[in-house]
């Protein structure tokens, strides 16, 4: 017996409940499916001190703004999931939870997702698994002979574990910039980079970043880039750091040994521990089975449609299936436009 639907969401993170809200207003029949023990998708996995870069009512799904925080400042962590477990309440979605879906397969009419919970099909599946399960880092020579400590940011939670001990913090990205802030109060903290990190001014936050992407989004995919998308936002830790004189980096390791590494020009350096802040890739496992991810673990898509597999669409992974699709004003963004195809394919 298989748990039959018209569309099936895999993944319950922001991705998959901004799209419930425009699914359930269309009146269409569609389930959630999604692996976490509980409500928050990947925000449930995020380190203790971290912070949105712009204000609550900027970092909000579709149908109620993210309340303000208690706090004052931009949301935490906690405070997204705790905003995202009461959306969920508040519209009142159909999620099953936690359920792994294992592989996709097709039949004339549908998909069929196999999971550890049992067999699902519907006539048109929308994959939004998101990232985090999927860290990336680089190989590095000599990297599983160093007996030190290793871990992703998408394991890391707070510096405890490491005050009085030696850390590189590798990777020039927002992450790395508020992990090395709050590392370098505790251990003895060096931030590896492959450039100078570029920082935005003090007054810049979330809020302009929404709104060059938006510029970039409305100029289409001949314009030029609009630059600063990516640079460090200077949340309060990072400019405490920066106050501190602690955000300087350094250039890549070229090598690893048994307790440390060594840098370009032969020196070594001993080291207890080494952060990677540097990055992720889609979490497609559950896709295999179709035969359509590419050697570079994308699906090829038309907007959020899978070219190979029309009944498959793809949201949430980044500016490859929606531009800023990963954040949580993105993903509202891509998930209204979404939903319009997907009632418009059931239709036909």
């Known amino acids: 017996m298989m748990t039959e639907h018209d569309i099936i969401i895999i993944g319950g993170g922001q991705m998959g409940l901004a799209l419930g809200y425009y699914l359930r207003r269309a009146g269409a029949d569609f389930l959630i499916l999604d692996g976490e023990d509980g409500p928050g998708g990947a925000w449930r996995h995020g380190w203790d001190s971290l912070r949105l870069f712009s204000p609550a009512g900027y970092s909000s799904l579709p149908g109620w703004l993210m309340p303000p925080t208690e706090h004052g400042g931009f949301p935490t962590r906690d405070d997204v999931i705790a905003?995202?477990?009461?959306?969920?309440?508040?519209?009142?979605?159909?999620?099953?939870?936690?359920?792994?879906?294992?592989?996709?397969?097709?039949?004339?009419?549908?998909?069929?997702?196999?999971?550890?919970?049992?067999?699902?099909?519907?006539?048109?599946?929308?994959?939004?698994?998101?990232?985090?399960?999927?860290?990336?880092?680089?190989?590095?020579?000599?990297?599983?002979l160093f007996e030190g400590a290793q871990l992703h940011s998408a394991h890391y939670r707070s510096?405890?574990?490491?005050?009085?001990?030696?850390?590189?913090?590798?990777?020039?990205?927002?992450?790395?910039?508020?992990?090395?802030?709050?590392?370098?109060?505790?251990?003895?903290?060096?931030?590896?980079t492959l450039r100078d990190p570029l920082f935005l001014p003090d007054d810049v936050d979330g809020r302009v970043l929404f709104e060059r992407a938006t510029a970039r989004l409305k100029a289409g995919p001949s314009a030029e880039p609009v630059g600063g998308i990516g640079d460090i936002v200077m949340v309060p830790p990072v400019r405490d750091a920066r106050n501190r004189g602690v955000l300087g980096s350094v250039r890549p390791f070229t090598r690893m040994t048994r307790d440390g590494v060594v840098w370009e020009d032969g020196r070594e350096s001993k080291v207890d521990a080494i952060i990677w802040c540097t990055g992720f890739g889609p979490a497609l496992d559950h896709l295999r089975s179709l035969g359509i991810v590419g050697k570079e673990g994308r699906v090829e898509v038309d907007g959020q449609q899978a070219v190979a597999e029309p009944r498959l669409w793809l949201a949430g992974y980044g500016d490859w299936c929606g531009p800023g699709s990963a954040t949580i004003m993105g993903a509202a963004r891509t998930a209204r436009d979404l939903a319009d195809q997907l009632v418009s394919s059931l239709k036909t």
């Not at 998909?111 to 939004?128: E, F, H, K, P």
């Not at 508020?178 to 003895?188: G, K, P, R, T």
């Open 159 to 192: 510096p405890d574990d490491f005050a009085g001990k030696t850390v590189l913090v590798v990777g020039g990205g927002n992450s790395g910039a508020q992990i090395l802030a709050e590392l370098s109060q505790v251990a003895d903290a060096t931030w590896v």
């Open 83 to 144: 905003y995202l477990t009461r959306y969920e309440q508040r519209y009142e979605f159909r999620i099953e939870r936690p359920v792994r879906v294992l592989e996709v397969s097709r039949t004339d009419n549908a998909l069929i997702m196999r999971t550890d919970r049992g067999g699902y099909l519907a006539r048109q599946v929308v994959s939004a698994t998101g990232t985090w399960s999927e860290p990336y880092s680089p190989k590095i020579p000599g990297r599983d």
